[in-house]
């Protein structure tokens, strides 16, 4: 069966950096494109990150371009997330999702499997 599992979050202080890791199993992770998304309490869903399936592309939130890099390693089948010059506003669950197409489509409907989520608290 698939499986998202992420870890690497925890409490960082402003302007230090985390890198989340997503490992995948139960399907071809090579073939499917990859998001990170996040939410904050009281807030919704926000796509923070995502990669095409051959990692040729990438979208990025306005709020963490030049800051956050998402990569992937079709051969350890793991997903990637290195957050530099973390901010409070970062604060939040972050999921990985398996999308349904091997480009990007930022739309919740076209995920099929999610990851638990892993905690990133930015506080000083």
């Known amino acids: 069966q698939v499986q998202l599992v992420e870890s690497g979050g925890g409490l960082a202080q402003p302007g230090e950096s985390l890198r989340l890791s997503c490992a995948a199993s139960?399907?071809?992770?090579?073939?499917?494109?990859m998001s990170w998304a996040r939410q904050a309490p009281g807030k919704g869903l926000e796509w923070v990150a995502a990669?095409?399936?051959?990692?040729?592309?990438?979208y990025y939130v306005d709020s963490v371009k030049g800051r956050f890099t998402i990569s992937r390693d079709n051969a350890k089948n793991t997903l990637y997330l290195q957050m530099n010059n973390l901010k409070s506003e970062d604060t939040a669950l972050y999921y990985c999702?398996?999308?349904?197409?091997?480009?990007?489509?930022?739309?919740?409907?076209?995920?099929?499997?999610w990851g638990q989520g892993t905690q990133v608290t930015v506080s000083s």
């Open positions: 990669v095409y399936a051959d990692g040729s592309d990438t």
């Open positions: 139960g399907f071809t992770f090579s073939s499917y494109a």
């Open positions: 999702a398996k999308g349904k197409h091997p480009i990007i489509v930022l739309n919740k409907s076209e995920y099929d499997y």
